[in-house]
């Protein structure tokens, strides 16, 4: 009789499965962005944590790809013709904000512009579904919070370069619970406080854009009150924190309704630091009043965990792009393993205060950024080249911009699978890819499916 219960039971879950209805929605969906992040930036520091590739966590979970392309590249992405050139992946790639857009609203847009079409119409946010659902929202960032990726998922405007618009309308306008990130108008690159000093209180050499101008910094400073971020009818006040400590003291025990982090760095968190910017990783010590990129995370998420109807987090390694830039390996290498130390910390988080059956991970990037290979590449690829742990592997950049290549896309979680059903097309070399807009488009699709 127990026997034919249970076989009851796994039928009746089988006929589910099959019919689609499975509950696989998220309550919760942690996106992690790697800014700049293609797959040799990955095995780079894989195989200089590892000594081997595909050694981080996250190649345990589903593992996609995305095309990256913005409306500027007619074209697109064609992996038919992509590996006849070496030059193929440098024409025609998207910027951050376009990228930033898609992987936020689900449409693609020209580069530059932030939740808006081309002609200026306001796109609409996952995050901004996410709020209606009653699910608090956040951004955190190792870069400046009103750069343009954190930005590319809470605001509407025509032009990334609009700093002070950007800001205000993330502070003011939006319902986010959470932003953090770089961006402090008194400090400089290494953490030294070279404005707002006691003398003359709101002087400094650097510039208040990135907090919406010198007035937002004021009524931030105040503690006003922002949009009403839980739908109560009240305008709600961010808590500012801005040392690394205070990030730290963030606790369970008094958790605020809203946080607002401005890190005590103006560009990132550690890329700009000075000294010699080609020295190998960590030869120029990381400064120790910037917190790391899962303690950014961990405030971030005790704030957002307290909605019972769920989140959305997106999660930025902002400098790996910046290095990339640069071309700077040494740097390179410790932003990606920031970032991964991140993954494993968002992995930890999930499996103490949550479950793979109500959070999903995505990881994923906006576009690669160096064209990063292993030496002697051009016209052929080579791979990069192991030293061992801890040294510094062989690779050769390319490029001192971002390229159209495929990006990589690792999912684990509630709603995983229903990304490896929506990756349809092939490339040669990566395997199943989808379109970066499939990502939010994916989650929505998820969400729909447990709405009755
Ligand atoms: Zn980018």
Redesign the pocket.
């Known amino acids: 009789m127990r026997r034919f219960l249970i076989w009851i039971v796994l039928c009746f879950f089988g006929l589910c499965g099959l019919a689609g209805t499975s509950p696989v929605s998220p309550k919760n969906v942690i996106i992690m962005i790697g800014?700049?992040m293609g797959f040799n930036h990955v095995e780079a520091a894989s195989l200089y944590q590892y000594g081997h590739y595909k050694g981080q966590i996250y190649w345990t979970f589903k593992q996609l790809a995305a095309c990256t392309y913005s409306l500027n590249n007619p074209d697109g992405y064609k992996p038919s013709i992509a590996y006849r050139d070496f030059a193929y992946f440098l024409a025609g790639p998207t910027?951050?904000a376009a990228?930033?857009t898609a992987l936020s609203t689900g449409q693609k847009t020209m580069n530059g512009m932030l939740g808006m079409t081309p002609d200026e119409k306001s796109l609409r946010h996952i995050m901004e579904d996410a709020e209606v659902m009653g699910k608090a929202t956040g951004v955190v960032s190792t870069v400046p919070f009103a750069h343009?990726?954190p930005a590319g998922f809470l605001v509407h405007i025509s032009s990334r370069g609009k700093y002070p618009e950007i800001a205000q309308q993330m502070l003011w306008d939006s319902a986010a619970e959470v932003i953090i990130g770089a961006g402090h108008p008194w400090y400089d690159d290494d953490g030294r406080q070279v404005g707002g000093l006691e003398a003359n209180r709101f002087e400094t050499p650097q510039k208040y854009d990135r907090v919406g101008g010198l007035e937002s910094w004021k009524k931030i400073m105040n503690g006003e009150p922002g949009a009403d971020c839980d739908g109560d009818g009240t305008p709600d006040p961010w808590t500012l924190v801005q040392s690394r400590q205070e990030l730290r003291d963030v606790s369970e025990k008094d958790t605020p309704k809203r946080l607002l982090g401005v890190l005590t760095v103006y560009n990132t968190l550690q890329c700009s630091r000075s000294g010699d910017v080609k020295a190998p990783p960590y030869k120029v010590p990381l400064l120790e009043t910037s917190p790391t990129m899962s303690e950014i995370m961990a405030p971030a998420l005790c704030v957002l965990k307290q909605d019972q109807d769920g989140f959305v987090l997106m999660a930025e390694g902002g400098a790996i792009?910046w290095a990339s830039h640069g071309n700077l390996s040494g740097r390179l290498i410790e932003e990606q393993v920031d970032f991964d130390k991140a993954v494993e910390y968002a992995v930890e988080w999930i499996e103490k205060h949550s479950s793979w059956d109500e959070t999903l991970l995505i990881i994923t990037a906006?576009?690669e950024?160096g064209y990063l290979t292993g030496p002697r590449s051009d016209p052929v690829w080579q791979p990069l080249v192991n030293y061992g742990v801890g040294n510094l592997p062989g690779m050769e950049w390319h490029g001192k911009g971002?390229t159209n290549q495929l990006v990589p896309v690792f999912v684990k979680g509630a709603g995983a699978e229903t990304f490896v059903q929506r990756a349809t097309m092939i490339d040669p070399s990566v395997g199943a890819y989808m379109d970066n807009t499939a990502i939010p488009n994916t989650v929505r699709e998820l969400w729909k499916r447990a709405t009755p």
Do not use: E
């Open positions: 800014d700049g910027d951050s990228a930033a343009a990726t792009d906006d576009h950024t971002h």
